[in-house]
């Protein structure tokens, strides 16, 4: 945006100064004009909305209940047949091995040497 009247200032010679006061106030109208807009949201239904909210919560909870109970006993298993602490496996090792499909498919992507694999490959 400051390009504009920057760029019109060098050719325009005496103007310059009245081009640039123009620009300023509009800018400043289209700044006032923004500061004045409600950034508010309006919910039609609140109630609808919260009751949503909190039960979609609880389902999530239950969820997380539900398969947390297989995922430390697996993990402790594996600790003790690998002779692992289960704290370094449930830390460090857990973490890597279910976010790695993010870094594996980049390096795949990369080594294609295409431009939309190196876009795919930046994006991720």
Known sequence: MLQEPRAYSKHAGPYARKYSNNFHELTN???????NQSDAIIVENARLTTLKAVLLLLLGTIIAVVFSYPLVD??????NA???P???TSFIMLPLATRS???VSAIIFASQKKLRSASLTLSE
């Open 29 to 35: 109208r289209e700044h006032k004009l923004l500061i």
């Open 74 to 79: 697996a993990v402790d298993n594996f600790s």
């Open 86 to 88: 289960s704290f370094f």
């Open 101 to 103: 499909s993010k870094p």
């Open 82 to 84: 690998t002779n692992i």
